[in-house]
């Protein structure tokens, strides 16, 4: 297993001498895992690391527990420990949205704010093999495109690392088990109230039954092949964007009309949001109605006409230019 994760941080570059890690520890077997392995490599590999553990207020004492249980290890191990409670649910109902989707944007936030207040530059999450394979059948669910079928990613934007990615789950409970970690378990993670769940517990299980019993692995292939074409599909569009590009600034990148009026749809609509990711820093907000609304109002180039896709954003064609206009 530790074997595992060594590869796996050689194969990705997830890890380089001198990084400075946060890791977000539950005390669940995964990131209890995550922690017993990198704490053992940190030394051999010249990295540090930082534990936070985030109390999301849902289970009461068991969640107090296991904020104990996280933080006796680290006193153990001599390792930087930091807490933060944070009330996921007042959270999902304050911005409506599903305590699912709270309790990660209150995780990140703290991690985050443990990343700066250590000086460190990257956040490791013990996200495995299954959970991959879970995000992207949530993903076809959802009817993603090619780019949600890739799951999670061992490495985002540099910053973001995932160094049990090529673990299984039950790989990493035989770990705990030979270890004698003595994990905590969320029972939560049996209700299949959740969506992830769901799949978790019943929509795999029965594949594996009635199909494939080795359903996971033949995701996971796939995933590999989708990003290996996603990864060419997207240094052509880069290449295209640095062609057609006429000039970006601060809020405003300009583009050729009539060159990108040429090309095909599908390096139209990645150009597009590689556009938007320039502005933004992010895609989120846009839609792939969106993205064909602009490219119709590009075909069409008739006089100056513009179209917002929403508040933030200003498509506008004038004197055979394509402006994207952050408002």
């Given at each position: 297993m530790k074997q595992k994760v060594i590869e796996t941080i050689e194969k990705y570059?997830?890890?380089?001498?001198?990084?400075?890690?946060?890791?977000?520890?539950?005390?669940g077997p995964d990131s209890i895992t995550m922690l017993d392995i990198l704490k053992d490599l940190k030394e051999t590999m010249n990295f540090e690391i930082?534990?936070?553990?985030?109390?999301?207020?849902?289970?009461?004492?068991?969640?107090?527990?296991?904020q104990k249980y996280v933080e006796n290890y680290c006193n153990k191990n001599n390792i930087e420990f930091y807490t933060k409670a944070i009330d996921v649910q007042e959270i999902a109902k304050s911005k409506k949205i599903g305590v699912e989707e709270a309790g990660r944007i209150a995780r990140y936030e703290a991690?985050?704010?443990?990343l700066?207040?250590?000086n460190s530059n990257k956040i490791a999450t013990a996200h495995n093999k299954n959970d991959k394979v879970e995000t992207i059948i949530m993903h076809i669910l959802r009817g993603s495109g090619?780019?949600?079928?890739?799951?999670?990613?061992?490495?985002?934007?540099?910053?973001?690392?995932?160094?049990?990615?090529?673990c299984s789950r039950e790989e990493i409970e035989k770990y705990c088990e030979i270890n004698k970690?003595?994990?905590?378990?969320?029972?939560?993670?049996?209700?299949?109230?959740y969506t992830r769940n769901k799949i978790r517990n019943i929509v795999i299980p029965y594949i594996k039954e009635q199909f494939n019993p080795n359903i996971v692995e033949t995701i996971e292939r796939l995933s590999e092949v989708i990003s290996s074409e996603d990864e060419y599909i997207s240094e052509i569009t880069q290449k295209e964007y640095e062609k057609l590009l006429i000039s970006k600034q601060e809020n405003q990148i300009e583009i050729q009309l009539k060159e990108f009026n040429i090309l095909d749809n599908v390096i139209k609509s990645r150009l597009i949001l590689l556009v938007v990711k320039?502005?933004?820093?992010?895609?989120?907000?846009?839609?792939?109605?969106?993205?064909?609304?602009?490219?119709?109002?590009?075909k069409n180039n008739i006089g100056n006409k513009f179209l917002m896709p929403n508040k933030n954003l200003?498509?506008?064609?004038?004197?055979?230019?394509?402006y994207f206009i952050k408002i």
């Open positions: 570059n997830l890890i380089k001498s001198g990084d400075k890690i946060v890791l977000g520890v539950s005390g930082y534990v936070v553990h985030v109390n999301h207020m849902i289970r009461g004492q068991d969640a107090i527990n296991d991690f985050e704010e443990i700066k207040k250590t090619v780019s949600g079928l890739k799951g999670i990613s061992p490495i985002r934007d540099n910053k973001f690392i995932k160094p049990l990615i090529e970690l003595n994990p905590c378990i969320d029972k939560t993670n049996f209700e299949n109230s320039n502005i933004f820093g992010s895609i989120q907000g846009i839609e792939k109605i969106n993205i064909v609304d602009i490219i119709k109002l590009c200003k498509v506008m064609i004038k004197d055979k230019k394509i």
